[in-house]
Nanobody, 123 residues
Framework: RVQLVESGGGSVQAGGSLRLSCAASGDTRSMYCMAWFRQVPGEQREGVASISNNFGSTYYADSVKGRFTVSLDNTKNTLYLQMNSLKPEDTAMYYC????????????????WGQGTQVTVSS
């Protein structure tokens, strides 16, 4: 099993930046792909960014390309999401997730989830 704990959310004005962190523990060898998702109440959860643990390949939703950067520190088993040029439409609960099989680059098949961290962007 894998345990995930997110942190770093908060409130920021449009154009600002935040960095989210996700600390992983447990069977980290099974973490083939790690990703960030977000969800607004009443809407479907959407994939934001993902990264391949072994190959470092990254994938982004079109809505965040050029503004968000996903990275992974294997020495700390910590996933990051650097969010720049934030927009009000980025407001959501952000979740960290793990997929225990390849391929990465898909938003399906993530079986482990954190509890989420709230990001609020005001105009």
């Amino acid at each position: 099993r894998v345990q995930l704990v997110e942190s770093g959310g908060g409130s920021v004005q449009a154009g600002g930046s935040l960095r989210l962190s996700c600390a992983a523990s447990g069977d980290t060898r099974s973490m083939y792909c790690m990703a960030w998702f977000r969800q607004v109440p009443g809407e479907q959860r959407e994939g934001v960014a993902s990264i391949s643990n072994n190959f470092g390949s990254t994938y982004y939703a079109d809505s965040v390309k050029g503004r968000f950067t996903v990275s992974l520190d294997n020495t700390k088993n910590t996933l990051y999401l650097q969010m720049n040029s934030l927009k009000p439409e980025d407001t959501a609960m952000y979740y960290c997730a793990v997929r225990t099989a390849y391929p990465c680059g898909t938003w399906a098949g993530f079986g482990y989830w954190g509890q989420g961290t709230q990001v609020t962007v005001s105009s």
